[in-house]
């Protein structure tokens, strides 16, 4: 069946699915995950195992791994983290799906979860195909608007060329971006992640394979949501100290 979804909203289920007291059940198999995770279980196996264990969904078992890490990972993500003040020159990269996802999500009221190292995953998924939603330009402008007010002015945003409609999505970021006097440059990538990972500037992106091998790191859909979106629905898995950005 075609795709006619309007909007990057919350799943049928997910009021059941992440009910406080589902939440609570939720956030222990997360602890014994990231545990598993920390003693070198892999990953797959791990969450069979926790999964099973605590009788989780599929949706649920997405939820945590998502969210966790191990203590290695978190670690080093934090060493590697830095704030939008210590961006030098005003450069970033962003893993263009990633982040403009997670603030569709977001303002589209879907479940948002922060995770073990304080960043914020959505569960949606584009599955090789990207579809333009009611929240897609909206949360175009709201992330160049932020960037623009924290002084990064040169934008380099990569996109996923295997994706259908990326094309058309590069398209509405260059007339967007351009009408609004941003610099920006949208750049098609068939491996965007080796591309952010190997470039000089600082990633914004939330994707565990970036953020654990990236140089530097920005938690940019995070300040956008806690700064700008407030009525968020919001689900905190993380068991670290709040450091808001």
Known sequence: MPDTRKHRGPHPQDEKLFSAAQ???IRCALKDFSLLMTKGYAQKSAL?????KFELTQRQRLAIMRSACSDQQLQSRKKREIHFEELAGGNIAIDGYNVLITVEAAMSNAAVFKGRDGCLRDLAGIHGTYRKVTETV???????????STGCENVLCTLDSPVSNSARLKS????????AGWNWNVKLSINPDAELIAGSRPVASTDAVVIDKCRKWVNLARAIIEQKLPHTWLIDLSDQPDTAH
Do not use: S
Request: a neutral charge; hydrophobic letters at 55%; proline letters at 4%.
């Open 172 to 179: 509405i970021i260059y007339e967007k971006t351009a009408l």
């Open 23 to 25: 939440i609570k059940i």
């Open 48 to 52: 069979k195992l926790v999964g099973d």
């Open 138 to 148: 909206p949360a175009l402008m709201l992330i160049g608007e932020f960037l623009h």
